[in-house]
T-cell receptor, first 110, second 115 residues
Framework: GDSVTQMEGPVTLSEEAFLTINCTYT??????LFWYVQYPGEGLQLLLK?????DKGSNKGFEATYRKETTSFHLEKGSVQVSDSAVYFC?????????FGKGTKLSVIP | NAGVMQNPRHLVRRRGQEARLRCSPM?????VYWYRQLPEEGLKFMVY????????ESGMPKERFSAEFPKEGPSILRIQQVVRGDSAAYFC?????????????FGSGTQLSVL
């Protein structure tokens, strides 16, 4: 079945540091790929998505590129802010179900 | 346009009691999905419903769990005779259609604690 593996957290960075959160997936067919963010006490919000190979999703300074050859969708941001502190989930969607990774908690300190 | 509304935000039940979780989708959305998030885990799909129909309940435990989405009113996730292992955050999401690239809008979740 479909599965998503993302790097374990927690990740602690200083403000303005570079962020990478790795995500790889296993799926049949050609799934759409997503990054969701969950701020404390809130539901998940879609951060960005990519629907086909080589697509790059981007939003709020975050980027991720759909790499079919490596089955990866790593999340990057060049300069993190304290307000980026949250849990980040990588997910895929091959049908109407979303399959999530376990989440990576990011803490950004001033 | 209000987002997906879930209530209650927090629900405490003793073992053996029933838990009812409600989800009002966004206006105009007729597709509802329920997910469960166990501690230190990602969200796991439970059930997908359209108005008055269960489309896929492959993620639902076989016993004690049921879901409905009536023609009028919110979607309800019902857990009978709760056990401690049911303690989790339950999230509802909605979309206007059920297509692959339809964006899902998530509610803030219901945190169920079973004592």
């Amino acid at each position: 079945g479909d599965s998503v593996t993302q790097m374990e957290g927690p990740v602690t960075l200083s403000e303005e540091a570079f962020l990478t959160i790795n995500c790889t997936y296993t799926a049949t067919g050609y799934p759409s790929l997503f990054w969701y963010v969950q701020y404390p006490g809130e539901g998940l919000q879609l951060l960005l998505k990519a629907t086909k190979a080589d697509d790059k999703g981007s939003n709020k300074g975050f980027e991720a590129t759909y790499r079919k050859e490596t089955t990866s969708f790593h999340l990057e941001k060049g300069s993190v802010q304290v307000s980026d502190s949250a849990v980040y989930f990588c997910a895929l969607r091959g049908s109407y179900q979303l399959t999530f990774g376990k989440g990576t908690k990011l803490s950004v300190i001033p | 346009n209000a987002g997906v509304m879930q209530n209650p935000r927090h629900l405490v039940r003793r073992r053996g009691q029933e838990a009812r979780l409600r989800c009002s989708p966004m206006k105009g959305h007729s597709h509802v999905y329920w997910y469960r998030q166990l501690p230190e885990e990602g969200l796991k799909f439970m059930v997908y419903l359209q108005k008055e129909n269960i489309i896929d309940e492959s993620g639902m435990p076989k016993e004690r769990f049921s879901a409905e989405f009536p023609k009028e009113g919110p979607s309800i996730l019902r857990i009978q005779q709760v056990v401690r292992g049911d303690s989790a955050a339950y999230f509802c999401a909605s979309s206007p259609e059920g297509g692959l690239n339809e964006k899902l809008f998530f509610g803030s979740g219901t945190q169920l604690s079973v004592l």
